[in-house]
C-alpha cells in the first residue's frame, strides 16, 4: 500500500513533463505511485513518458478535456490515503514528500497543507508580491480575491473529495481556485514553510497566459458557494462583497470594450444573487 498518489496532468509538455516525472522519482521518500495523465498529447509527450514503462501509471485521454478532467482521472485511480499534485511544467525538490506526511503525522487533524514555492519568470527568479505571499490556516477569506494555493504544492487526505467534490470540469481555469474555496471554508489550509516546489511561468502555453476574463470563472466559483448553503454569516458576508467587487470591474471593462450585454449582466448579478435568484445563472450559462 502507498502512502501517496502523485498526480501528473500533462498536455504537449514532451520535454517538461520528464524533469516533473524525475523530480518525483528522486524523492527522498519512496513509498508513492505517480500517475501521468496524457492529457490528448499531439507532440512526442508519449515516447517522453515511455522511458519510464514500469515505474509509472499513465492513463491517456483520446482528446484533449482541460486539467481538471486529468487530475480527477487521476484522483479517480489513486489508491492512497494522501495525494499530491504536479503540474507538468513545475518541479519539486527532493524531500517535498517527506516533509509533507511528517506534517500530516504531527497534525492528525489536517486534511490540507502545502509548501512555498521558488518562482522562475522566463529562466529568472523572481519574488512574489506581498499580495501572493501565502497565508495558513483560516485563510479562507483571504483566498477570494486571488488564488493563494499551489497545486503543485500541496498535500491532501483524499477523503476530503468525498466531501467537497472534485475540481470542477466547467472551468477551464481557476479550477483550483474553485476547489480551495470548497475547502478552505470548511477547513483550515496550512502553510509548511520550506521551500519546496520550482514553479515556472512567462511560457506561452500556460493556461493563465491564455485564457482572459479570469474573474468570470471566480464569480462563477463564489455563486456556487452562496446556492451551495455551507457558509457561515461571516463568510457569506465576505463572498458577497468581494463578488460585488469583482462584478464591478469585470462589468465596467465589457461595457469598455463595447460588451454592453455582458457587462450590464455583470453588474446587476450581486443583487440579484442576495436575492437568491440563482436561476439568472443558469438562463445565462453562456456568459460563463
Not at 29 to 52: H, M, Y
Not at 63 to 68: C, H, K, M, P, T
Not at 84 to 99: G, H, M, Q, T, V
Request: proline share 3%; net charge negative.
Amino acid at each position: 500500500m502507498t502512502e501517496v498518489s502523485v498526480i501528473i496532468p500533462t498536455f504537449n509538455r514532451a520535454e517538461k513533463v520528464v524533469r516533473a516525472i524525475t523530480s518525483v522519482l528522486d524523492q527522498t521518500f519512496n513509498k508513492f505511485e505517480l500517475i501521468v495523465i496524457d492529457d490528448g498529447s499531439i507532440d512526442k509527450t508519449a515516447e517522453s513518458l515511455s522511458q519510464f514503462a514500469g515505474r509509472i501509471n499513465i492513463i491517456r485521454h483520446e482528446r484533449n478535456l482541460g486539467v481538471s478532467s486529468a487530475r480527477n482521472s487521476g484522483i479517480r485511480a489513486s489508491q492512497s490515503p494522501f495525494l499530491a499534485f504536479l503540474d507538468s511544467d513545475d518541479y519539486w525538490l527532493p524531500e517535498k514528500l517527506e516533509i509533507q506526511l511528517q506534517f500530516f503525522r504531527e497534525n492528525i487533524h489536517a486534511v490540507l497543507c502545502q509548501t512555498e514555492e521558488i518562482w522562475v519568470r522566463n529562466g529568472v527568479r523572481v519574488n512574489p508580491w506581498n499580495k501572493h505571499i501565502k497565508p495558513s490556516g483560516e485563510i479562507f477569506e483571504r483566498s477570494l480575491r486571488l488564488c493563494l494555493v499551489s497545486p503543485s504544492a500541496v498535500m491532501i487526505r483524499r477523503e476530503i473529495f468525498d466531501e467537497v467534490g472534485l475540481f470542477d470540469e466547467d472551468f477551464p481555469v481557476c479550477e483550483d481556485y474553485d476547489l480551495w474555496l470548497r475547502i478552505g471554508c470548511r477547513y483550515p489550509i496550512y502553510l509548511i514553510n520550506k521551500f519546496m516546489l520550482v514553479k515556472e511561468g512567462g511560457h506561452s502555453d500556460q493556461l493563465s497566459s491564455m485564457l482572459k476574463g479570469m474573474d468570470r470563472y471566480r464569480i462563477k466559483s463564489m455563486i456556487k458557494l452562496l446556492e451551495s448553503d455551507c457558509l457561515n454569516e461571516s463568510q457569506t458576508r465576505a463572498v458577497q462583497e468581494e463578488m460585488e467587487r469583482k462584478c464591478g470591474i469585470y462589468g465596467n471593462g465589457c461595457i469598455k470594450h463595447g460588451r454592453s450585454e455582458e457587462g450590464d449582466f455583470f453588474l446587476r448579478l450581486p443583487e440579484k444573487i442576495k436575492l437568491k435568484n440563482f436561476d439568472i445563472i443558469k438562463d445565462n450559462n453562456r456568459l460563463f
